[in-house]
């Protein structure tokens, strides 16, 4: 094991293995969990309860014949502890992952020190691509990496403890690791939502904008959740969507806190960083008719970014 913990603070990885876990994931989760291998990349993907309501949401990425499955710690032991109320009488196993991981971005000299120590393997050029190392008895051992959304390129790095902590102080020797806030900063930026405890049975997923990311596929077969969802697809649009702006705010606020239009409840935060002093960039969610009235969180304005 590691001196030190090697992960992304606030993240924790759930792994599913076993001979039925594609079929197993394939009726749980929004996306087409065969176009991780299909399309050699991963996927983000919404887990739903029979209402439609989001409870997680995923990053999911296959590499060594496994899946596995990124979601926020506040959450994992449950959503782990419900995945495996449904294994039944399937091949598949649910736990919570002990490989290591960790991030950095693209045009840093941590991603030259890396590419040192990748070597000449094929390395990850396009959004959601991963790229397993070959050579599993390198001195690396068990390595795959995927590029992620974000400014210049993420990358997220996962493999095995005892060869990872060699690894990240080597890359990270000369320059700081990404902390949970930055992970958090490029998720939004990048307008990628998520499920904490505070938003859990809240949103069905277009209201997050997971239909606009690839995050559902509407051409797979049953999930749970999967009929309102596609109702809302086929037989109306959705009423609510999320937005990304930002807000000046003195006073504290945290995520599932009301926004309002006219003293009126209109919609809630879904995810915020604080960028600079009293300046926070926000996720939020809200009913559409709204989007073009003064909205207030708290005793402050929201500044919403430009609409496309």
Same mark, same amino acid.
């Given at each position: 094991?590691?001196?030190?913990?090697?992960?992304?603070?606030?993240?924790?990885?759930?792994?599913?293995?076993?001979?039925?876990?594609?079929? +197993?994931? =394939?009726?749980?989760?929004?996306?087409?969990?065969?176009?991780?291998?299909?399309?050699?990349?991963?996927? $983000?993907?919404?887990?739903?309860?029979?209402?439609?309501?989001?409870? !997680?949401?995923?990053?999911?990425?296959?590499?060594?014949?496994?899946? +596995? #499955? +990124?979601?926020?710690?506040?959450?994992?032991?449950?959503?782990?502890?419900? #995945?495996? @109320?449904?294994?039944?009488?399937?091949?598949?196993?649910?736990?919570?992952?002990?490989?290591? &991981?960790?991030?950095?971005?693209?045009?840093?000299?941590?991603?030259?020190?890396?590419?040192?120590?990748?070597?000449?393997?094929?390395?990850?050029? *396009?959004? @959601?691509?991963?790229?397993?190392?070959?050579?599993?008895?390198?001195?690396?051992?068990?390595?795959?990496?995927?590029?992620?959304?974000?400014?210049?390129?993420?990358?997220?790095?996962?493999?095995?403890?005892?060869? @990872?902590? @060699?690894? $990240?102080?080597?890359?990270? =020797?000369?320059?700081?690791?990404?902390?949970?806030?930055?992970?958090?900063?490029?998720?939004?930026?990048?307008?990628?939502?998520?499920?904490?405890?505070?938003?859990?049975?809240?949103?069905?997923?277009?209201? #997050?904008?997971?239909?606009?990311?690839?995050?559902?596929?509407?051409?797979?077969?049953? $999930?749970?959740?999967?009929?309102? /969802? !596609?109702?809302?697809? $086929?037989?109306?649009?959705?009423?609510?969507?999320?937005?990304?702006?930002?807000?000046?705010?003195?006073?504290?606020?945290?995520?599932?806190?009301?926004?309002? !239009?006219?003293?009126?409840? /209109?919609?809630?935060?879904?995810?915020? &960083?604080?960028?600079? *002093?009293? +300046?926070?960039?926000?996720?939020?969610?809200?009913?559409?008719?709204?989007?073009?009235?003064?909205?207030?969180?708290?005793?402050?304005?929201?500044?919403?970014?430009?609409?496309?």
């Amino acid at each position: 094991m590691p001196n030190h913990e090697i992960k992304i603070p606030g993240l924790d990885v759930i792994i599913v293995r076993g001979n039925d876990a594609e079929n +197993f994931l =394939q009726g749980q989760i929004t996306n087409d969990i065969k176009l991780i291998e299909k399309e050699n990349k991963a996927i $983000y993907a919404g887990y739903c309860n029979p209402k439609g309501r989001l409870i !997680a949401f995923f990053l999911v990425i296959k590499v060594w014949g496994n899946y +596995f #499955l +990124f979601c926020p710690s506040s959450i994992s032991d449950e959503i782990s502890t419900k #995945l495996s @109320m449904f294994v039944l009488r399937s091949q598949v196993s649910i736990e919570t992952s002990e490989l290591s &991981y960790f991030s950095f971005y693209g045009g840093t000299k941590a991603e030259e020190e890396f590419k040192n120590i990748w070597g000449d393997v094929p390395y990850p050029t *396009n959004i @959601m691509e991963t790229v397993q190392h070959p050579n599993e008895q390198n001195t690396t051992g068990l390595l795959s990496i995927t590029k992620l959304p974000g400014e210049n390129g993420r990358f997220l790095v996962l493999g095995e403890d005892e060869n @990872m902590e @060699m690894l $990240y102080d080597e890359i990270f =020797q000369n320059t700081d690791s990404p902390d949970e806030k930055s992970w958090n900063a490029s998720d939004i930026e990048a307008k990628i939502p998520n499920i904490f405890k505070e938003t859990q049975d809240k949103f069905i997923p277009q209201s #997050l904008n997971l239909d606009l990311i690839d995050a559902i596929n509407f051409k797979k077969g049953c $999930y749970t959740g999967q009929e309102i /969802v !596609a109702r809302t697809h $086929y037989l109306g649009k959705p009423k609510r969507r999320m937005y990304l702006g930002g807000i000046n705010s003195p006073e504290p606020f945290k995520i599932g806190d009301e926004i309002t !239009a006219n003293g009126e409840k /209109v919609g809630q935060i879904i995810n915020f &960083y604080n960028k600079d *002093n009293d +300046f926070y960039r926000i996720l939020f969610e809200i009913r559409i008719e709204k989007i073009n009235l003064e909205l207030i969180l708290g005793k402050n304005k929201i500044i919403i970014d430009q609409i496309n």
